[in-house]
């Protein structure tokens, strides 16, 4: 009698996926904690000495780490150090808006190298990728690096990629971003892989990595500023909905603004008439103070009596688009973020705790965002950034 086999899968198990794996874990602790000796990573990842040993002889051969000095001042000699090496690969996140496109390139450290700014005003739609790359390979080369550097490029723009199409949605205030190629357009012009992602989404990304949402799985990121948006995180990942329409709350039927009806090719109402740039700049008039975009006023209504009631009826218009959002999702914060809630500050956001208090039955504990610049092009950035480690740790 003949006994059957169990297959077995070709990977459990095998040295090869061990190996695969206590590298990634040291790469990980070496970008988290900076320099490390052999005897730290062992002590870090319960591997011995002799492990640790050839790991890091392995890193190393492939280009991965490199020595950096030695430890010094304590007993016994100095131990050599190890970090990730910076020039493993090079990222490059782009902030495109109606106005500017704002681009950084980083290191696979998440050293931001270089930074570029350009006016996008008078852009012919035909050339928007061309001038795009531009920028890019303008920032590339004030890094000091060769035009084939980039190994990604993240894009954060105000609409949302279709899934299923590729096309752009919801940016009708981007005539030069519809191509339905738009992908494949901007890499053949990069010479580098791009993906595209929703601006507010990646200013979500950013707070979770290291702002008001670090440590936080369940949050809603609220964007004011021309324009409303939001994005929602569940569970630690973005919800992009269906279409990738999710957190397009601009269009958002709330109490107090006329109902959006999508019957031109320019949809009003809904939250935007409430608490986008032109209500608010509306707003300020009506209480006496005056700006030049909805930052400024917002900025100059601090610490006076007229600004004060201003600010409370702006915290009321914010605080009914949150409820609804907090009603469907339950977060277990609100991240206010953009230009607008920025300029308000601890007041505007002390206004909005108290005013979804009186409105919603989830209390969600309101923060200001904590990511200095720009969210969006740090959550650019760090997209890009998780992107390339996954196939530079995972394929050496």
């Known amino acids: 009698m003949t006994t059957r086999k169990t297959p077995r899968s070709p990977l459990a198990g095998t040295p090869s996926l061990l ?14 904690n900076g320099p490390l000796s052999r005897t730290q990573i062992g002590s870090l990842t319960g591997l011995s000495k002799p492990t640790a040993s050839q790991l890091l002889a392995r890193l190393e051969a492939v280009g991965l780490v490199v020595p950096v000095g030695t430890t010094a001042g304590g007993p016994g000699p100095n131990a050599q150090l190890y970090q990730v090496n910076p020039a493993a690969g090079y990222v490059a996140g782009v902030d495109v808006t109606s106005t500017t496109v704002r681009v950084a390139v980083a290191d696979v450290t998440g050293t931001t190298l270089a930074e570029h700014r350009v006016s996008a005003k008078g852009w012919p739609a035909a050339e928007t990728v061309a001038r795009t790359a531009e920028a890019v390979a303008e920032a590339v080369r004030r890094a000091g690096l060769a035009p084939e550097s980039l190994r990604e490029v993240v894009l954060g723009i105000g609409g949302a990629p279709d ?6 949605r919801y940016a009708s205030h981007l005539p030069g971003w519809h191509s339905p190629r738009l992908v494949e357009e901007l890499e053949a012009a990069l010479g580098a892989p791009v993906s595209i992602e ?8 950013a707070e979770q990595a290291g702002g008001a949402a670090a440590g936080c799985e369940d949050f809603v990121l609220l964007w004011a500023e021309e324009g409303i948006g939001a994005a929602i995180v569940i569970a630690g990942r973005l919800h992009r909905g269906f279409t990738g329409g999710a957190g397009e709350v601009g269009y958002m039927p709330v109490p107090d603004a006329p109902v959006s009806l999508i019957t ?7 939250f935007q008439d409430l608490a986008g740039e032109p209500a608010v700049l509306a707003l300020a008039r009506k209480h006496g103070l005056r700006g030049a975009d909805a930052a ?12 004060e009631a201003f600010l409370a009826e702006l915290a009321e ?19 206010l973020s953009g ?11 002390e206004l909005v705790q108290d005013a979804l208090g009186r409105m919603s039955i989830p209390r969600p504990e309101v923060r200001l965002s904590t990511v200095p610049g720009s969210p969006v092009l740090t959550g650019a950035l760090q997209r ?7 196939v530079l740790f995972s394929t050496h």
């Not at 190996?19 to 988290?32: K, T, W």
């Not at 031109?264 to 809904?270: E, L, M, N």
């Not at 890009?384 to 996954?390: I, K, M, Q, V």
Request: hydrophobic content about 50%; proline content about 4%; overall charge positive.
């Open 19 to 32: 190996r695969a794996i206590n590298d990634r874990a040291a790469l990980e602790l070496l970008l988290a």
């Open 163 to 168: 899934p299923v199409t590729g096309k752009l």
């Open 198 to 205: 929703n601006d507010v989404n990646l200013a979500a990304v």
């Open 264 to 270: 031109r090719r320019k949809v009003t109402g809904g």
């Open 296 to 307: 400024q006023a917002v900025a100059r209504a601090l610490g006076s009596a007229e600004g």
């Open 317 to 335: 218009r914010l605080a009914v688009g949150l409820a609804v959002i907090a009603s469907v999702v339950d977060p277990e914060l609100v991240v």
């Open 339 to 349: 230009g607008t809630p920025t300029a308000g500050g601890e007041r505007l956001r």
């Open 384 to 390: 890009a950034l998780a992107s390339t480690r996954d």
